[in-house]
């Protein structure tokens, strides 16, 4: 099945008031293992992320030809930008287009929305098997995105959600969580010295994304936002209770 709604709350227990997971971006398929009541216990396949879902947000399985690629983008009911729009798509929301031209594309949105078919700005989306070579150009849009632990959406993330959609631009899809992250088979920089830009630095529980020899982007709790800030910054405050872990090149 696939996720009818811009995104949706995985949590640990078929409970509203349960821990947020992650969360589920509209289009991307999920694998149904049990249910309880008015929940799906499912296994997101973008990253093999378990947890419970509501049933109702929820809907027919429809292969994707593209993906999102702007912090956010709009459904509109009809190539006008005048007559308004339906919702709006994530960064990493999963689509199927069936025509597209220089400013619009045509969404298929399946038999469980009030509207079957929406467009939206064909500069917002590119085909799945494209990529954005400089990835961390992502990142950089995300700079002043609330910290929500758990988040995984555009208007509100955490530091691994920022590195695994951003990185989703270059075409890689990476594990949801930090601990997962850090098993990649990536390079393993030993000189602290030479960092650059698409370096990324582990700390326990924590990952950042370096923008150049200095500076470092990271969803925090700190600031509560994606901040851009001198890494020396980050490293006084980690002191030595959370030293860097790892430090590995995803160029």
């Given at each position: 099945m696939n996720v009818i709604k811009s995104s949706i709350p995985m949590r640990s227990k078929p409970d509203l008031s349960s821990n947020?997971?992650?969360e589920c971006l509209f289009g991307e398929t999920i694998n149904i293992l049990d249910c309880y009541q008015d929940w799906y216990y499912c296994k997101l396949l973008t990253d093999n992320?378990?947890?419970?879902?509501p049933k109702k947000y929820l809907g027919e399985a429809i292969n994707s030809t593209h993906r999102v690629v702007s912090n956010r983008s709009y459904l509109f009911k009809n190539n006008d930008i005048k007559l308004g729009y339906i919702d709006y798509l994530p960064l990493g929301s999963q689509i199927h287009i069936t025509d597209i031209d220089y400013f619009w594309a045509?969404?298929?949105?399946g038999n469980n929305t009030n509207y079957k078919f929406a467009y939206i700005p064909s500069k917002h989306i590119i085909k799945n098997d494209e990529k954005i070579?400089?990835?961390v150009s992502?990142?950089?849009k995300l700079i002043g995105t609330p910290y929500v632990w758990g988040g995984r959406n555009s208007i509100g993330l955490d530091c691994s959600a920022l590195l695994?959609?951003?990185y989703q631009t270059y075409g890689q899809s990476i594990p949801r969580?930090?601990?997962d992250q850090l098993l990649l088979n990536k390079e393993i920089i030993t000189n602290k010295e030479k960092l650059k830009r698409g370096y990324t630095i582990f700390w326990e529980g924590h990952v950042g994304i370096m923008v150049d020899e200095n500076y470092?982007?990271?969803a925090n709790a700190f600031h509560m936002e994606v901040s851009k800030e001198p890494l020396v910054n980050i490293l006084d405050r980690e002191g030595k209770n959370n030293p860097i872990i790892k430090i590995m090149n995803f160029n």
């Open positions: 947020l997971e992650t992320y378990c947890g419970w879902v045509k969404v298929y949105l070579d400089d990835w992502t990142a950089e695994q959609l951003s969580n930090t601990m470092c982007i990271h």
